[in-house]
């Protein structure tokens, strides 16, 4: 924490002990403020504009998922130390780590963060993506939170998300362009503007050209559907976030599960719906809030404030 300057004044006795008082009591609720789930409104981090960029905003939880520091996949982080992804991105016991706070895809100066631990959804191992495709990563060292890193909120497991509800899905993936293997990343951070699509509108179109039986549905209850109407930007990742502001709180509904999704323009985004993994994410986690500033920060802060008062 910077050196902060002392200012002094005079001041006698009974007015200068109520000053103390009067910045205790104002100071006291920042002593257990900061990124809690376990409040009535916690605070989540939220997207902002920067005088750099005309028309992408910075999104403050947005990860990038490294190999060997090759863009693999998105992510957001949750957390001081875990951020969200899809299990398809998790190739065997390779060292990944990612980076934070940054829109660009090659940054020239950026502090890559190990991950310290990789944990999948236990419906995934051994099966197709189709279910449980959620994999926590636990960072080797805890982020720290700033104007460019910040938290998105996880919904509640009973939360109902409507559709038709506005959403963004962010990502370094392709800008109107068919997927395919040989097509390039953006280097800066795309976001596209999508809203929730009904999960069985979502499943007609994805089994028009499969050859299941009609009984066997695609899209399933732990998936979750996201469309612009026609023109698919494709600016996601696997892995990467929808989220979405809902009653004044920024909330992670899903993580891109299809890469599919990008063959077509008309093809709606299928992501896992981080509702049904709620409960799952925080027993792994251990913890039932989001962590936020220290409170060490504040004491200092308020010890500084508490300084005796003297003349010049």
Not at 30 to 54: A, F, H, M, Q
Request: one cysteine or more; a neutral charge.
């Amino acid at each position: 924490m910077a050196a902060l300057p002392f200012s002094h004044s005079a001041g006698p006795g009974a007015s200068g002990l109520w000053g103390l008082s009067r910045c205790v009591l104002l100071l006291l609720p920042l002593l257990t403020s900061g990124y809690k789930e376990n409040t009535s409104i916690p605070v989540c981090g939220r997207p902002w504009w920067s005088e750099d960029l005309e028309v992408t905003r910075h999104w403050p939880w947005e990860v990038s998922l490294r190999l060997e520091n090759e863009h693999v996949c998105g992510g957001a982080l949750i957390d001081l130390n875990w951020v969200v992804t899809a299990a398809h991105c998790i190739q065997g016991t390779k060292e990944y780590s990612v980076i934070l706070g940054t829109s660009k895809l090659k940054p020239l100066q950026a502090s890559l963060i190990p991950v310290k631990d990789i944990i999948l959804h236990p419906k995934f191992w051994g099966r197709t993506f189709i279910m449980g495709d959620m994999a926590l990563l636990q960072l080797h060292s805890p982020a720290t939170f700033s104007k460019y890193v910040q938290p998105i909120c996880l919904p509640e497991p009973s939360y109902n998300l409507k559709v038709g509800t506005q959403c963004w899905v962010t990502g370094w993936g392709q800008v109107k362009q068919r997927f395919s293997a040989n097509s390039t990343l953006t280097t800066e951070l795309q976001e596209a503007e999508v809203f929730i699509m009904d999960n069985k509108k979502c499943d007609q179109i994805y089994r028009k050209k499969s050859f299941l039986p009609h009984l066997v549905p695609l899209v399933l209850g732990d998936m979750i559907c996201a469309t612009n109407y026609g023109e698919n930007l494709c600016s996601g990742d696997s892995g990467g976030p929808l989220a979405c502001e809902v009653e004044g709180r920024w909330i992670l509904a899903g993580v891109l599960s299809w890469e599919k999704a990008c063959a077509k323009a008309e093809n709606p985004g299928v992501y896992t719906r981080i509702t049904k993994y709620s409960k799952w994410i925080r027993k792994q986690i251990g913890s039932e809030a989001l962590s936020g500033p220290p409170a060490s920060t504040w004491l200092l802060l308020l010890l500084w404030l508490l300084q005796p008062q003297m003349g010049p």
